[in-house]
């Protein structure tokens, strides 16, 4: 989790991705943002209300990995839905032969952040304890 401060789409996919690979979470930092950018090319992860889900399933990955990233100045502008421009950014990256499960993770983390009061605290939060306390609470 971390807070963005970023002025495109790209550069906030790009922060997300660095964040998994500094933390080893990934080690294929190139072919992870190349399937994120080719399945932004295909349509946008832009779901409205101020959220972005930019994910894929990508070869070499052996679990679950999700970033979170929060603008807290202004808003990045993406090719949304509703043509709004997003505060919320969910990187999702998933091993290429999970696909239930990987279907499953999408929505429970759209179903999270779709609540008014979810997004409010989350781009009010002040520090990245503060934002992983939010999501621990909405899985329990």
């Not at 991705?17 to 080719?38: C, D, G, Q």
């Not at 807290?72 to 919320?88: F, H, L, N, Q």
């Amino acid at each position: 989790m971390t807070f963005l401060e970023s002025s495109s789409s790209r550069h906030a996919i790009e922060t997300l991705v660095n964040l998994l690979a500094s933390t080893n979470s990934i080690t294929n930092r190139e072919t992870v943002l190349s399937a994120v950018a080719h399945r932004e090319k295909i349509v946008s992860t832009g779901i409205g209300f101020g959220i972005a889900l930019p994910h894929a399933r990508v070869e070499g990955v052996d679990s679950f990995q999700i970033a979170v990233g929060i603008q807290k100045e202004g808003s990045i502008p993406w090719a949304s839905i509703d043509d709004i421009p997003v505060r919320i950014v969910l990187l999702i990256i998933g091993p290429q032969q999970q696909d239930h499960l990987y279907l499953k993770v999408l929505s429970l983390l759209t179903e999270i952040v779709r609540t008014p009061e979810i997004r409010s605290q989350l781009v009010s939060a002040k520090d990245i304890s503060e934002l992983a306390h939010l999501f621990e609470t909405c899985y329990t």
